[in-house]
Structure formats: C-alpha cells, structure tokens
C-alpha cells in the first residue's frame, strides 16, 4: 500500500512564475490536507478537501493561491504568481476520516524555491 | 481554536540515555488528540505516537513514550536508548474530536551525540 505521493519533490520557479504542487492520497484516503512548514517553524494548515469540495481554506491566502481535489487524479495546490516569501516546504496528508484517533499519514513534501 | 507550544528549540543528549521532550497545550474542546512526529534533516513527517484526551494510560511506541498530564495539559515526549539515528526535528501537534486540522508547535531539534 503506497504511502502519501507528492511530486515534484523539488520546485525552483521564478518570481512571478506558476507553481503547480501535486498530492495523491493513500488509498482508500478521501481526506486531503495541505500544510506549509515555513524556514524553522512548524507546519501551519491552509486548506482541507475532500473529493471534489473544499471544506475549508481558511488557512490558505486569498490571494494567488487555490486547491482542488477533482473526482479523478491527485489534490493540486497552485500558487500564481510566486514571491519570494512563497518558498517553503509544502506537505499534503491524507486520511481515512475526520476521527481525531486518525493520525494524518503525511507525504514527503515539496520544496519549493522562488529565485 | 489549539495552542501547542514547544518551549525547547534545542537538545543534546548522548547516545543510549533517554530524553523527555516538552510540549503543552491549549484548547476549550473536551475531546482532542496528541501527536507526536519527527522530522530528520530530509524533511518528511514520520508519525510517532498518538495520545487521545480520554486514554487513561500512557501511550507507547516502542521506544517512545507519552508521559501525558491533562490536568497540566502537558505531553511530553520521552525517547529512551537515544540511538544516533534520533537527530532530527520533533514536533507536537493536536486535533480537536470536531477538527480536522492539525495544530502543530514549533519543534524542537534534538541532536544524539556519540
């Protein structure tokens, strides 16, 4: 059974550029969270899905940055326009239900550099 | 709305002796979960132990265990036997029974010297 998948691993864009993350959950997930984890600090939610809904993004600016998570295919973060201050790693986890028993299974994360 | 805080940004501890990993936390709700993860230097989140508000005994992981005090709304994270492979960032986080996001702290580095 294959964990959480995010790719790329690493992403180097320019300012000003479109930064497209991917997540695929594990399966049998229908939970898909988004997490950014700035230089030295901890994770800090942005955005939650389940299968074709946003249930809650108040995490996520509202500016540049969007979420979906479409009936086929993996959970998209996208980030329009990057600044500097996007660079971060970013973490997407899943999980089987909202049970707070359930701990979030998290994928390895992607590096995203803005140069 | 979840507070954790880690108030350790920094340990050592030598190798095969044990070390107790501070985190407290806040929240309103009556029902809620404790997380354990580490992070090493390459970067991914690896689930360590989970403690539920209502478990009446300690969790543990092998060598990892919860020493929770709700009353103190603490749950430190105790790692015994530290092995070199221990180095890493730890962070603690919380869920509300009604959330679904997780609050996490600022971590603490610990480093496992020979």
């Known amino acids: 059974n294959a964990g959480v998948m995010q790719n790329p691993r690493h992403l180097v864009r320019r300012r000003g550029q479109e930064a497209r993350l991917r997540c695929s959950p594990m399966?049998?997930?229908?939970?898909v969270y988004w997490y950014r984890q700035l230089p030295e600090e901890g994770l800090k939610f942005m955005v939650y899905l389940q299968k074709e809904n946003i249930i809650d993004e108040s995490g996520m600016p509202k500016e540049r940055f969007s979420a979906e998570f479409p009936k086929e295919g993996p959970s998209i973060l996208r980030i329009q326009q990057v600044v500097r201050g996007d660079s971060a790693a970013y973490f997407c986890?899943?999980?089987?239900?909202?049970?707070?028993?359930?701990?979030?299974?998290f994928g390895p994360g992607t590096r995203l550099t803005v140069l | 709305a979840q507070k954790i805080t880690q108030t350790q940004p920094g340990m050592f501890v030598q190798e095969k002796e044990a070390v107790t990993l501070d985190c407290t936390y806040d929240t309103s709700d009556q029902s809620y979960g404790l997380f354990w993860y580490k992070q090493p230097s390459s970067g991914e989140m690896i689930f360590l132990i989970y403690?539920?508000?209502?478990?009446?005994q300690n969790a543990t992981e092998g060598r990892y265990s919860l020493n929770f005090q709700k009353a103190r709304k603490s749950a430190n994270l105790v790692i015994s036997a530290s092995q070199l492979g221990d180095s890493a960032m730890y962070f603690c986080a919380m869920r509300g029974s009604n959330d679904y996001k997780l609050s996490f702290g600022a971590g603490t580095t610990v480093t496992v010297r020979a």
């Open positions: 403690q539920g508000s209502y478990d009446e």
């Open positions: 986890a899943s999980s089987p239900s909202l049970a707070s028993y359930n701990e979030q299974f």
């Open positions: 399966k049998g997930h229908s939970h």
